[in-house]
């Protein structure tokens, strides 16, 4: 047992850490701008640039197999650095990295489809969620039938991320009706690629955040048999494993957010005097400072540890689920803390806070809810698949 | 150094780990207290590490990073070598009570003394202390030329050519190997370690030596300095705004410069 991270993790973290302030955090008011303005918070051609900067210094790929041009460095890595990134409210991304499904694709798909997305020439988006269907994803409506060597689409998506901008989508619909129904919604369903050029409609979707999803209208698209992804009518586990690589990826970036919100805090309760002190000596402000840097430590140990598990070559998800749950609400919590400790100023948005306060609010949502997290978790603790202590 | 027909060069870079000035410093006990201190390589040092590395790409050769510490300074040498350095070594001074500028650069002198060497590349001076010492002592020791405050180098052969920034102006010097050389911002843009860098980093490899090791004294390289005191800098006083017509603010602003800051 060794709670420490390796020489080459902390100096990874520190790279990333320099990166993030020098490169990154002097595009915040920039970005809160473009924000206010309507405008996509950083350009393709600033995001492209900073890539390539970040892949001069081999950053890259984090955790793609080398033989795809990655550096394969696994889970653990992927937190660190993840957490590091979540300091910035920039929405920035290393390159060269795909959607974990993609690699399930035949040599021509990973050709066309995965060396692109890898590459950054083409944009990807996964859905699952419809209108009927979003936490109860078994009860999806969309239909695939086959005609010919062809599939015909006929369906909708909601709250796909990215489903403005990609120019794919991994799409899951019903292939076989009976064996759909027969199986609870575990069979039966296939995962397509279907180019936004074989016809599918998006449409954007105003949230409370500052980048919307989008839903995609699927009117008869006819996607060839050579664009299923792995097996007709195993799409269920391959829509499983997409949600689930995410799912602890969130705990993450509510902890590098809420650090950097703390920190924000901190400075400000210091500096901040009423009635003749420095608000940071009142008990009050204190508490909440304790009470939030306690519950970081808390969350960043179930994001490492979930991360950890999964490079033993272990199931993860019980671990991921509770890195989820409880990261998301720390960062509810931690953001609402320092929102109320900056006071008016909290509120503005002269300062990014309310922002952040927004972005958070999705975490409880997306990658499955609260109530889903806890759902799995107690059913694990229930049926014994996990056993308390 | 010649090796066949190519040149091949050999280059040290003079390290030294310091704290960072843009997290907030704090005076404890009359020293500047290491408690929640961030740690790193100085950045001008960071300058020469950044331009050792472009020459022996340029050129051939090894970059070898040497600092005068702790076991601590492992660190800042490790993210050198992940940078592209070859090797690194430390010259451990733990034991030595009194230390200053006059120490460590004699502790560099007594290092190099058996030392072959084309370039000896350091920082201009160090983000703590700000002396500005160690590299042209060290170069005095070992009765080589120093250019302090360099901006451009180029090697031709046993010529070296350096711009340097002379407060504000440009000089362009021609002198020859063997060279100290300290390095001023503008030098170049220090890349970030690598990725496969970092990885590679451990695997290189990293000497300690004790400073007793390179046959010195401990009374021949004690502090020639002492410390009287340490403070911050007097906050900085909140900007004034001048109202009124543009004429009356002109008017405020002089007996402003004259009488409150005392410039005119
Ligand atoms: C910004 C954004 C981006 C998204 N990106 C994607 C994407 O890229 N691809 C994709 O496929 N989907 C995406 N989603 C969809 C997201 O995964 C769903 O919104 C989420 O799973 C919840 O589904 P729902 O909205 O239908 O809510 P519902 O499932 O209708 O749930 C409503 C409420 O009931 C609770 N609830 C539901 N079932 C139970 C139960 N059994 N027990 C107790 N409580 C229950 C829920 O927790 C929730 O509080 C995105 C959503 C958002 C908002």
Known sequence: MHLRLTDEQQMVQKTIRKFVEKELMPLENDVLRNEREGKPSLSAEKMHELQMKAKEAGFWGINTP????????????????????????????????????????????????????????????????EPGAGSDTRNIRM???????????????????????????????????????????????????????????????????????????????RVPDENVLGEVDGGYDLGLEWIGFARWVVGARAVGSAERLLKMAIDYANERETFGKPIGTRQAIQWQIADSAVEIEAAKWLVLNAAFTLDQGEDNRHAASMAKLYGSNMGNR???????????????????IERWYREARLWRIYDGTDEIQRLIISRNLLKGHVKVG | MLEGERILMI????????????????????????????????????????????????????????????????????TALAMGADNAILINNEEVEEKDQHTTASILAAFFEDKAYDL????????????????????????????????????????????RDAEGDTEILKTSIPLLATAQQGLNEPRYPSLPGI?????KPL?????????????????????????????????????????DQVKELVTCLHKETKVI
């Open chain 1, 334 to 352: 931690v953001v609402d803390r320092v929102l109320q400790i900056h006071g008016g100023m909290g509120y503005t948005r002269e300062l990014p």
């Open chain 1, 143 to 221: 239909t695939a039938v086959k005609d010919g060597d062809e599939w015909v689409l006929n369906g909708e998506k909601t709250f796909i991320t990215g489903g403005n901008e990609a120019d794919f989508v991994m799409v899951i619909a019903i292939t076989d009706k009976e064996l759909h129904q027969s199986s609870g919604g575990r069979k039966g369903v296939t995962c397509f690629i279907a180019d936004r050029s074989m016809g599918w409609k998006s449409e954007y979707i105003d949230t409370m955040g500052e980048w919307g999803p989008a839903s995609l209208i699927f009117e008869n698209v």
């Open chain 2, 120 to 163: 000896i590349l350091g920082g201009n001076v160090s983000n703590d202390n700000s002396t500005g010492q160690v590299g042209p002592r060290l170069a005095e020791q070992l009765n080589i030329p120093c250019v302090t405050t360099i901006t451009d180098i180029e090697i031709e052969g046993d010529m070296v050519t350096v711009v």
């Open chain 2, 207 to 247: 000497e300690e030596i004790d400073y007793d090791e390179l046959g010195i004294d401990e009374d021949d390289i004690e502090s020639l300095t002492e410390t009287v005191t340490v403070f911050l800098p007097p906050e900085k006083q909140a900007g004034k705004i001048l109202q009124g017509e543009a004429a």
């Open chain 1, 66 to 129: 080398e033989e795809y041009g990655g550096a394969d460095l696994g889970q653990m890595m992927l937190a660190i650095v993840q957490i590091e990134v979540a300091k910035t409210f920039v929405p920035f991304q290393f390159g060269g990295s795909a959607d974990n499904i993609l690699y399930y694709g035949n040599e021509k798909q990973k050709e066309k489809y995965l060396m692109p997305t890898i590459n950054g020439d083409k944009k990807s988006c996964f859905a699952m969620t």
């Open chain 2, 199 to 203: 990885m590679k980093a451990k695997r």
């Open chain 2, 11 to 78: 280059i040290y870079v003079i390290l030294k780990r310091t704290f960072d000035t843009e997290e907030k410093i704090v005076i404890q006990n009359g020293k500047i207290s290491d408690d929640g201190a961030e740690f790193i390589i100085n950045p001008y040092d960071e300058f020469a590490v950044e331009e050792a590395i472009l020459l022996r790409d340029k050129h051939g050769g090894e970059v070898t990073v040497v600092s005068v510490g702790d076991e601590d300074n492992e660190k800042e040498l490790r």
